[in-house]
């Protein structure tokens, strides 16, 4: 297997995905609206930031072999810039949403449950193909993290179901989070030429291929959720190209603040 800088940029932005969403959920810590899902969100932050981990000991090894730069994941995470992260512009969204003016807090925990549906809807896809890449130690990271993804998603999905299908108040938020976030996935399917290098190579997968899939399962949520999905639009968020939004900044700020303030330790 040839490592490529197109290799090494696929894995980072998995990881870096991963990382992010992982940071957002883990801020419901203590403020979830009840007691276990305080504690399921916490569970599956945790899932997520070690797919992270994992994947950036991966990017590490693929990097020493690239450019013999030697780095650790506490690089990736905690000492790169906003530019230098390839998350979605999804994952790194606060939680607050389109009704932050009229809530009593600025955590919405619709948004939180329509954003994580719509991430795991996707990556249930992308880890299953990923299972039999060429990479082998990616496919050993898919086979772990599909199991993973698979009860985030049918978490998030109850969820769903629970607030589109519950209360007039609990549908509004759920559209709301819906009508706010679907546009941030069109980003999932714009393929680029790091995408193809890598499906060229056997190593990756181009998202972009299992949208129809990905819509079918989104659809069939929604209609046992009684929600509406929103109008299509053009635009096309760019947080895979480093290119995030005003929102990326302060979460690193928060996330990076101990290890930047203390280099060099180790906990």
């Not at 995905?17 to 403020?31: D, F, K, T, Y």
């Not at 109850?158 to 108040?169: A, P, S, Y």
């Not at 996330?255 to 330790?265: E, N, V």
Request: contains cysteine; negative net charge.
């Amino acid at each position: 297997m040839t490592t490529t800088p197109e290799h090494l940029a696929y894995v980072l932005r998995l990881a870096d995905s991963a990382l992010i969403l992982g940071q957002r959920n883990a801020q419901w810590c203590g403020h979830g609206p009840v007691l276990e899902e305080d504690i399921a969100l916490a569970n599956m932050s945790l899932d997520l930031i070690g797919q992270a981990r994992l994947l950036y000991t991966h990017a590490a090894t693929l990097e020493e072999t690239l450019t013999g730069t030697k780095k650790t994941e506490d690089d990736y995470a905690y000492f790169r810039t906003e530019r230098e992260f390839a998350n979605y512009t999804l994952a790194e969204l606060p939680h607050y949403g389109p009704l932050c003016g009229t809530a009593q807090t600025n955590l919405d925990y619709a948004v939180t449950i329509v954003r994580n549906f719509l991430y795991a809807a996707l990556m249930a896809h992308v880890w299953t193909a990923l299972e039999t890449s060429q990479d082998t130690q990616l496919a050993a990271i898919a086979s772990k993290s599909i199991k993973e993804t698979r009860y985030h998603w049918h978490h998030a999905r109850e969820w769903l179901v629970r607030f589109g299908d519950g209360t007039d108040e609990s549908h509004r938020r759920a559209q709301a989070a819906l009508d706010y976030l679907l546009p941030y996935t069109r980003e999932f399917f714009a393929a680029d030429a790091v995408e193809d290098a890598v499906v060229q190579a056997g190593l990756g997968v181009r998202a972009a291929d299992f949208e129809a899939a990905w819509l079918d399962d989104v659809k069939e949520a929604l209609a046992e959720a009684t929600l509406s999905l929103p109008e299509p639009v053009k635009h096309v968020s760019t947080g895979k190209h480093g290119e995030h939004s005003e929102h990326m900044g302060f979460l690193l700020a928060e996330m990076q603040s101990l290890a930047r303030q203390h280099p060099g330790a180790t906990w």
